[in-house]
C-alpha cells in the first residue's frame, strides 16, 4: 500500500510563486515516473508537469519556463516550484505517482489528494 501526502497549495498574487510537495510512504521499491496535474472548475484534469526515474522531465506548453518539477528520489518525493503565476493556473493541483513495489515488483499507480492553488489578480 502507498500514501500520498500533498502540501504547499494557497493563495497568491499574481506573479507570485508557491512550491508543491508530494511525499509517498510505503512498500515502495522504486519510482517509474512521479508528477502533477492540475484541474479548474468546469475544466477537464490536465498535465502540467512530469519527471520519471532518470530525472527527466516533460512540461505543459502553458508552464515551460514559469515550473521546475524536481525530485528526491532517497524520500520519494517530488516538488513542483511555479514561479511567475498567472490566475489561469488557478486549479486543484493533484500529484499522480508511478511506483514498483516491494516485494513483486507489482506497479502501483495513484492520485494525491488534490491541494487548492489560487492565484489572485
Known amino acids: 500500500q502507498v500514501q500520498l501526502v500533498e502540501s504547499g497549495g494557497g493563495v497568491v498574487q499574481t506573479g507570485g510563486s508557491l512550491r508543491l510537495s508530494c511525499a509517498a510512504s510505503?512498500?515502495?521499491?522504486?519510482?517509474?515516473?512521479m508528477g502533477w496535474y492540475r484541474q479548474a472548475p468546469g475544466k477537464q484534469r490536465e498535465l502540467v508537469a512530469l519527471?520519471?526515474?532518470?530525472?527527466?522531465?516533460v512540461y505543459a506548453d502553458s508552464v515551460k519556463g514559469r515550473f521546475v518539477i524536481s525530485r528526491d528520489g532517497s524520500k520519494y518525493t517530488v516538488y513542483l516550484q511555479m514561479n511567475s503565476l498567472k490566475p489561469e493556473d488557478t486549479a486543484v493541483y493533484y500529484c499522480?505517482?508511478?511506483?514498483?513495489?516491494?516485494?513483486?515488483?507489482?506497479?502501483?499507480?495513484?492520485w494525491g489528494q488534490g491541494t487548492q492553488v489560487t492565484v489572485s489578480s
Open positions: 499522480d505517482a508511478n511506483f514498483l513495489l516491494d516485494p513483486h515488483g507489482s506497479l502501483w499507480s495513484g
Open positions: 510505503g512498500s515502495i521499491s522504486s519510482m517509474t515516473a
Open positions: 519527471i520519471n526515474s532518470l530525472s527527466r522531465t
